[in-house]
């Protein structure tokens, strides 16, 4: 097995965006990311192939303090060994590593195996697509809309209960209020609205060629079972498959409620990929 560490994105992406598009949907997590490292997005990052001759084995990337994702595109003997003691090599810290479940588990083996750190299951995840809304969904009060700077304070408030009640992370108020302003700026945030007050929640992110993502779905307990989510991810679905072939989403698979309303727009789980920590 060959290994390299690219610095530049542009030469990365020349290496592997044709391989990974040919899995569009399941690969949308890296090539959304990607996209938004060639974009300036993010200031440090991580970028390494494994091959072997002119063929891709596995494709790595990491944006610090996020985990590593690894996507691997053909199964060879020890590879996840190889792929952790060139990695020990390269870089200090990995805090986790999201992938398919069978390549993360192996992965994280080994890590722990080379680093002697512990494994922990952070969250077993549903990936979700759909290319066409349910008809005839119950509609609730209100209507949505593209938030704006009048809705900074109240989103940078729900941002941190979003990390809190998903484990997805920790920002400070400085941090959740640098990300909720970009997000605005990218006019990524819609919100529902019920009679001037904003109720619910989410964002659009990362597109690749025929797709594009959703999440940050969040509605404030005083505002919960009563369909704002459901209606809110339902219209703006439709809306983004005006210019795009599929949406994409992630789920907690210990989250039944959420499965559930998805299920119900019309997401149907194509993969189960897995987010695991080391301690």
Excluded at 48 to 77: F, N, R, W
Excluded at 107 to 121: D, K, N, R, V, Y
Excluded at 172 to 193: C, G, N, P, R
Excluded at 249 to 268: A, R, V, W
């Amino acid at each position: 097995m060959d290994w390299k560490i690219y610095e530049d994105p542009m030469a990365f992406s020349e290496m592997v965006e044709a391989l990974l598009y040919k899995d569009e949907d399941r690969n949308s997590l890296f090539l959304g990311i990607l996209s938004q490292i060639r974009n300036g997005r993010y200031e440090e990052y991580f970028l390494g192939l494994a091959t072997e001759g002119d063929e891709v084995l596995a494709a790595l990337m990491m944006t610090p303090p996020h985990p590593l994702q690894l996507i691997v595109l053909k199964e060879t003997p020890n590879l996840a060994g190889e792929l952790a003691m060139h990695l020990k090599k390269e870089v200090t810290e990995i805090p986790g590593v999201i992938g398919d479940k069978a390549a993360a588990r192996e992965f994280a083996e080994a890590w722990a195996a080379e680093t002697g750190t512990a494994i922990e299951l952070h969250m077993d995840e549903g990936l979700y697509r759909i290319d066409a809304v349910a008809k005839g969904l119950e509609k609730s009060p209100g209507a949505w809309r593209v938030a704006n700077k009048r809705d900074a304070e109240l989103l940078e408030e729900w941002y941190l209960l979003f990390e809190k009640d998903t484990g997805v992370g920790a920002s400070s108020h400085k941090e959740a209020a640098a990300k909720i302003e970009q997000f605005l700026d990218d006019k990524e945030i819609y919100v529902w609205e019920v009679q001037g007050e904003v109720v619910s929640c989410m964002k659009k992110s990362r597109p690749s060629k025929h797709g594009i993502s959703v999440g940050f779905v969040f509605t404030p307990e005083q505002h919960r079972r009563k369909g704002f989510a459901r209606i809110l991810v339902a219209e703006v679905t439709e809306e983004l498959l005006l210019e795009f072939d599929f949406v994409m989403l992630y789920t907690d698979l210990k989250n039944p409620t959420s499965n559930k309303i998805y299920s119900e727009i019309g997401y149907e789980q194509i993969a189960n990929p897995v987010h695991l920590r080391f301690r």
